[in-house]
Nanobody, 129 residues
């Protein structure tokens, strides 16, 4: 049974940082693409970042402006974990953040939430002004 469990969300103030954590079980983690998405009520799930399998995983970030070098994705294959470091958080970053896993996904397809096979339950990030 594949499980992705996110943690690390919470209520913070503008300018603060958070590190989101996604622990994965039930699959061979090192062979899977990992991604982070976010979603606010009434809007489509939005791509944030992705990292390919392997020790030197190829990293991609959304083309949208909101990342602007503030977010960093990484993975720890030894611990079946992927991270999303978020700095300089702003109220518009308030959302539920989800991690996702897929055995084979292209850089273009990775930006479409419907193309990913496995999802976590999400972790709420709330940024107050």
């Amino acid at each position: 049974q594949v499980q992705l469990v996110e943690s690390g969300g919470g209520l913070v103030q503008a300018g603060d940082s958070l590190r989101l954590i996604c622990v994965v079980s039930g699959l061979t983690f090192k062979d899977y693409y990992m991604g982070w998405f976010r979603q606010v009520p009434g809007k489509e799930r939005e791509y944030v970042a992705g990292i390919s399998p392997g020790r030197g995983g190829l990293i991609t970030y959304t083309d949208a402006d909101f990342v602007k070098g503030r977010f960093t994705i990484s993975r720890d294959n030894a611990n079946n974990t992927t991270y999303l470091e978020m700095d300089g958080l702003q109220p518009e970053d308030t959302a539920i953040y989800y991690c996702a896993a897929d055995p084979s996904i292209s850089s273009i397809a990775s930006r479409m939430f419907e193309r990913w096979d496995y999802w976590g339950q999400g972790t709420q990030v709330t940024v107050s002004s």
